[in-house]
């Protein structure tokens, strides 16, 4: 398990690039304007899409392999945390969920109604999807943008 933890942290070093926390804020609170034109709906299929590419890069070039659900998530957590997109990324695997606070995406957003962090969904079911071959959903179902303690990520395994 340490040797995957330094492929992934190796990974995260040589395959990220670094983006000003500031942009990433400014752009998604405009695309957020958008959503009613379906601007959104691009974001999460790229999202997806990143979380599949990042999932083929950490087996292809670095031998990361698993499908055992609970590796898959300990390493999600790994890239997540190490994102600077989050603050904090725990999981429950009794109850199918991923906890995460303070979002980048909520941040830009502000409050409210519905939950704002689907994109960071769509990342995490493309990687957990192509990382252990299997058809996972994700949905958000509590977003701290609602005022909630946290987001809270529904998983299911198809």
Not at 15 to 37: N, P, Q, T
Not at 113 to 141: H, I, Q, Y
Request: glycine fraction near 8%; charge should be negative; aromatic fraction near 8%.
């Amino acid at each position: 398990m340490e040797s995957t933890l330094r492929a992934i942290a190796e990974a995260i070093e040589r395959e990220s690039v670094l983006i000003h926390r500031d942009a990433l804020i400014d752009g998604y609170r405009e695309i957020m304007k958008l959503s009613k034109f379906g601007a959104d709906m691009v974001v999460r299929k790229a999202a997806e899409y990143g979380g599949k590419k990042g999932a083929v890069t950490l087996k292809e070039r670095y031998g990361v392999y698993t499908d055992i659900f609970e590796d898959a998530l300990r390493f999600l957590s790994v890239i997540a945390e190490s994102s600077r997109m989050i603050d904090l990324f725990e999981y429950s695997i009794g109850s199918m969920e991923i906890y995460i606070e303070g979002s980048i995406l909520v941040e830009a957003v502000g409050k409210s109604d519905k939950p704002v962090c689907r994109p960071m969904a769509s990342f995490f079911k493309g990687f957990l999807g192509e990382l252990l071959g299997k058809d996972v959903e994700v949905k958000e179902t509590e977003c701290q943008a609602q005022g909630k303690e946290r987001c809270i990520f529904k998983l299911e395994l198809k």
